[in-house]
Structure formats: structure tokens, C-alpha cells
């Protein structure tokens, strides 16, 4: 299956349209928009929603996020992985990271693995 992303409502809202100028077939969501989270969402909330929809968080929250993800680990949740957003990097750079990732990995690579991109 294809890697399908959410992006968190931190990052700008640029990035999408980065990516999908790119290519316009990725699956690619941002807190906000509609069949993703609403804005505000919290974010255990936002980790139950890629679980269920299948659907790797791109974030450059690294306050919050890492307690609410060990928190779901521990109760058995699992994400299709997570990607912190190295500081200052350029959301053309950004955006051909996740196209890389797109084309060459199948999402099932990514369950319950973090990375910092760009790699």
C-alpha cells in the first residue's frame, strides 16, 4: 500500500501544495481540512486518527507528541510512523523528501517507526 500522509497543522499549509505540484497522486491530508482532524485536535486524539486511517503524521512537534506517542504504544496502539521535520529546512527540500518517500516505500515499512526527515 502507499504511504498516505497527514500533516500537522504546525506546518505551513505550502507544504501540501509543494508536494503535490510534485505529484499530484499522493494521498496527502492536513489537520484542518476536511476527512482530517479539525484544528485544536489534541494529540492523542490525532494518533488515534492514524491509526485508524492508515496514514503517516509528518509534525515538527517534539514538545507534546512524544509522551501522547508513548502513552498510545503502552495502551497498544500502534501509527503508520511518524516523521519529525528537521528545523529550518526548506519546504521544497521538504516536500521532494516525502515524493522520495512516496515512490520508493510501501506504508507498511513505516508502522510504528520515527525518523527525522530530511533523512
Given at each position: 500500500m502507499k504511504v498516505r500522509f497527514l500533516l500537522d497543522e504546525n506546518l505551513s499549509p505550502r507544504l501540501k501544495i509543494a508536494v503535490l505540484r510534485l505529484n499530484p497522486a499522493i494521498?496527502?491530508?492536513?489537520?484542518?481540512?476536511?476527512?482530517?482532524?479539525?484544528?485544536?485536535?489534541?494529540?492523542?486524539?490525532?494518533?488515534?486518527?492514524?491509526e485508524l486511517s492508515q496514514?503517516?503524521?509528518?509534525?515538527?512537534?517534539?514538545?507534546?507528541?512524544?509522551?501522547?506517542?508513548?502513552s498510545h504504544w503502552t495502551a497498544?496502539?500502534?501509527i503508520w510512523g511518524l516523521f519529525w521535520v528537521r528545523p529550518?529546512?526548506?519546504?521544497?527540500?521538504l516536500a521532494e523528501e516525502l515524493l522520495l518517500i512516496w515512490e520508493t516505500t510501501e506504508a507498511e515499512e513505516w508502522i510504528d517507526q520515527l525518523e527525522w526527515i530530511p533523512f
Open positions: 494521498d496527502i491530508l492536513r489537520v484542518g481540512e476536511s476527512n482530517a482532524p479539525p484544528l485544536g485536535t489534541l494529540d492523542p486524539d490525532v494518533l488515534l486518527y492514524l496514514r503517516l503524521l509528518v509534525t515538527d512537534n517534539r514538545t507534546s507528541m512524544p509522551s501522547h506517542l508513548e497498544g496502539g500502534h529550518r529546512i526548506p519546504i521544497g527540500k
